[in-house]
Antibody
Framework: QLQLQESGPGLVKPSETLSLTCTVS??????????WSWIRQPPGKGLEWIGS???????YYNPSPKSRVTISVDTSKNQVSLKLSSVTAADTAVYYC?????????WGQGTLVTVSS | EIVMTQSPATLSVSPGERATLSCRAS??????LAWYQQKPGQAPRLLIY???SRATGIPARFSGSGSGTEFTLTISSLQSEDFAVYYC?????????FGGGTMVEIK
């Protein structure tokens, strides 16, 4: 059974860089045809796709935070990483790691990141 | 960017009744639409993909329909565990976009 587990600091200061890691177990992130994505949800609000890494190496980003986002993978550790720079309070959210081909079929449990001084 | 609009924002339904949720896309997404259920403190769960195909393990009381720009999620007879927030999502174009959600609450 595929499992995704997000990890990283729960508190980040404004203007700093948010860094999260998603560790995948029960399957390889190198498996063909899968996207590995980050999605976030501000408290009490809806879902926002941040970006995706395709197994071939292509990346896709939401135009909104695009210039601040980097998604990468470490195949040796079976991990997917998210870096979001110059954060503000508006970046406070639960961040989910997810896997999909087209529809999103596997989600991590999510991790809350609060941006505050 | 394709904007997904869900209605109503909140739906009050009695257990055993039918619930009908709507999702509209700002341009055609063909049948590249999914529905997710989210309960408090949990990650979303895939219910429907391809607009009308149930995901593995999803009860038959959940059904999806539509194509192009208009989509519907129907829950034929609401059970206590179905009270949750439901999101639609298009995967026809980048960026992937979600609707704002419909909260199904107990009447």
């Amino acid at each position: 059974q595929l499992q995704l587990q997000e990890s990283g600091p729960g508190l980040v200061k404004p203007s700093e860089t948010l860094s999260l890691t998603c560790t995948v177990s029960g399957g390889s992130i190198s498996t063909s045809s899968y996207y590995w994505s980050w999605i976030r949800q501000p408290p009490g609000k809806g879902l926002e796709w941040i970006g995706s890494f395709y197994y071939s190496g292509s990346t896709y980003y939401n135009p909104s935070p695009k210039s601040r986002v980097t998604i990468s993978v470490d195949t040796s550790k079976n991990q997917v990483s998210l870096k979001l720079s110059s954060v503000t309070a508006a970046d406070t959210a639960v961040y989910y790691c997810a896997r999909h081909t087209r529809q999103i079929d596997y989600w991590g449990q999510g991790t809350l990141v609060t941006v505050s001084s | 960017e394709i904007v997904m609009t869900q209605s109503p924002a909140t739906l009050s339904v009695s257990p055993g009744e039918r619930a009908t949720l709507s999702c509209r896309a700002s341009q055609s997404v063909s049948s590249n639409l999914a529905w997710y259920q989210q309960k408090p403190g949990q990650a979303p769960r895939l219910l429907i993909y391809g607009a009308s195909s149930r995901a593995t393990g999803i009860p038959a009381r959940f059904s999806g329909s539509g194509s192009g720009t208009e989509f519907t999620l129907t829950i034929s007879s609401l059970q206590s565990e179905d009270f949750a927030v439901y999101y639609c999502q298009q995967y026809n174009n980048w960026p992937l976009t979600f609707g704002g959600g419909t909260m199904v609450e107990i009447k």
